[in-house]
């Protein structure tokens, strides 16, 4: 069986990756480690009492657990021959150095993302980092990672939270964050560094980006909605694991958006708010068609898309704030677009106009010519 040894004093320790520990070659007790952010080695002795050992523990570039004592590195976790186990609960890091037994031991410390989303984490100060991605079709945080001598052997370290959406006030764009629960029940967060979009082919929220040459992409189950004043609300579902337990909160993204096409064609565009009010660099498109609704006041151009939501597919209409109008012979939307009154105008193939409505909501004022009635817009007819 694989172990390691520390030289203390005149004295070697070995510590065996069942989790036994002996001195100078004869039995001396049980292995585990100190149960705060320093995450010490430490003896419990078959006799009574405890042997503690300072040790330094880090990720090295083939993505292997490693110990170091006294500078040097004494163990590889990821030895040949054996398959380790890395999880998380809770925000602490739970080892088993061999799949094959029972024993493990845990490691406390601090979890960050940079740029290149690798997954850095810091014990008593000493800090290392995972090659690996974030990757998951169920809005949940799941870090991956592989051993790069051997890549049959890929790793998932779970984190359990909630997701917060934000508009970034530097760069305009549409970014997440992970608030995730520690241990003690305090909340740390994980800032993704690229930005959020809509993944078209079901129009769900996703979260996708390039790393060396691969696409991965965190897939957000929920329900997405739009007013006519074009404001955004995605109600992110509650995942649970296969034994009921909590791993990512419901919770709603909401955020003010402005049209950015300057037709009623193809996908609607939706350009995501700064929250002072001003635009972003940050364009919503959702797939689906235009359509028209009859709202309390007035017929209105609307945006009509489904959803897959689990087995069922839900279709959403929205309509825009604005009003149908005449304009040089041409019926118009007008409507107010970054604070400026704008026009679009409606071709002649996807509105019908005749003799004026007793609906007054279906009339549009030509002028001179008085009142027509609409009998068809955009592939509804009233």
């Known amino acids: 069986m694989a ?8 004295d070697n320790f070995d510590f065996d990756i069942s989790g036994t520990a002996k001195k100078n070659g004869a039995a001396f007790g049980k292995w585990t480690t100190t149960n705060d952010a320093v995450s010490n080695l430490v003896i419990n002795k078959d006799g009574g009492g405890q042997e503690t050992f300072p040790v330094e523990w880090r990720f090295n570039a083939d993505n292997h657990l490693c110990v170091f004592s006294g500078g040097n590195q004494v163990f590889d976790f990821n030895v040949p021959g054996v398959r380790p186990i890395y999880l998380t609960r809770n925000a602490v890091l739970i080892v088993r150095p061999n799949q094959n037994s ?28 995972l090659d ?23 790793s998932i370290l779970g984190f359990v939270g909630d997701w ?19 241990e003690d029940n305090s909340i740390d967060t994980f800032a993704l560094p690229k930005s959020m979009t809509v993944n078209k082919t079901v129009n769900q929220f996703m979260y996708e980006y390039q790393k060396q040459n691969h696409s991965f992409r965190v897939q957000f189950v929920g329900f997405l909605q739009v007013n006519e004043n074009l404001e ?13 337990e909590e791993q ?39 797939s689906g068609k235009f359509s028209a609704v009859l709202g309390q006041a007035n017929l209105q151009v609307a945006f009509a898309f ?16 604005g009003k149908l109008a005449f304009q040089n012979g041409t019926v118009v939307w007008k409507f107010s677009r970054n604070a ?13 106009l005749g003799k004026a409505r007793v609906d007054s909501r279906l009339n549009i004022d030509t002028g001179p010519n008085g009142l027509v009635g609409v009998f068809f817009l955009f592939g509804v007819a009233f």
């Open 102 to 129: 029972t024993f493990s031991f845990n490691l406390k410390g601090e979890w960050d993302m940079d740029a290149n989303h690798n997954l850095s984490f810091t014990v008593n100060n000493v800090t290392s980092s």
């Open 306 to 321: 489904s959803q897959v939501r689990g087995p069922n597919t839900v279709v959403t209409t929205f309509g825009f704030e």
């Open 132 to 154: 690996g991605f974030i990757f998951d079709q169920r809005s949940r945080f799941m870090y991956h990672f592989f051993n790069k001598k051997d890549i049959t052997q890929e």
């Open 232 to 244: 955004i609300t995605y109600s992110v579902d509650r995942q649970v694991s296969g034994s009921g």
């Open 164 to 182: 917060e959406s934000f508009v970034d006030s530097t760069d305009g764009k549409l970014k997440l964050k992970f608030k995730y629960k520690r």
């Open 248 to 286: 990512v909160g419901s919770t709603t993204f909401k955020m003010g958006a402005v049209f950015s096409k300057s037709t009623f064609s193809g996908d609607v565009e939706l350009i995501v708010k700064k929250t002072d009010g001003t635009v972003g660099t940050t364009t919503i498109s959702i």
């Open 340 to 352: 400026t009154n704008t026009t679009i105008a409606i071709s002649a193939s996807d509105i019908k």
């Open 3 to 10: 172990e390691f040894r520390i030289k203390k004093g005149q």
